[in-house]
C-alpha cells in the first residue's frame, strides 16, 4: 500500500505557472508508475499526464502536452506536475496516482485544488 499527499494547487492567472508535487509513503514507491488525473466541477474525471517507474517513458493528455511536464524524484519519493501556460480550463482537483503500470492506476491521493482566472 502506498499513500499519497499532493500539494501545490492554488490561484493563479491564466498564463501563470504552477509545480505540484506529490509525496508518497513507502519504500517501494520506485516500483510504481505514476500519473496525474484532474476534476473539473460538473465534469469526469480525466488523465492528464503518467509516467513509469523510472520515469523515462512518459504520457500526457492532448489538452496539456506541450504545457504540462511530468518528474519523478525516486530518492524523494515524490512526483511532480510542472503546469506552464495554464488556462482557465486547466481549473479542476487534481490528483496524483500509483501504479504497478501506467493506465493501472490502485492508489490516489486526496487531491489539490488548481483554480486558474481569466
Known amino acids: 500500500q502506498v499513500k499519497l499527499v499532493e500539494s501545490g494547487g492554488g490561484l493563479v492567472q491564466a498564463g501563470g505557472s504552477l509545480r505540484l508535487s506529490c509525496a508518497a509513503s513507502g519504500r517501494t514507491f520506485s516500483s510504481y508508475a505514476m500519473g496525474w488525473f484532474r476534476q473539473a466541477p460538473g465534469k469526469d474525471s480525466e488523465f492528464v499526464a503518467g509516467?513509469?517507474?523510472?520515469?523515462?517513458?512518459?504520457a500526457y493528455a492532448d489538452s496539456v502536452k506541450g504545457r504540462f511536464t511530468i518528474s519523478r524524484d525516486n530518492a524523494k519519493n515524490t512526483v511532480y506536475l510542472q503546469m506552464n501556460s495554464l488556462k482557465v480550463e486547466d481549473t479542476a482537483v487534481y490528483y496524483c496516482?500509483?501504479?504497478?503500470?501506467?493506465?493501472?492506476?490502485?492508489?490516489w491521493g486526496q487531491g489539490t485544488q488548481v483554480t486558474v482566472s481569466s
Open positions: 496516482a500509483a501504479g504497478q503500470t501506467m493506465g493501472d492506476y490502485r492508489h
Open positions: 509516467c513509469s517507474w523510472s520515469g523515462g517513458r512518459t
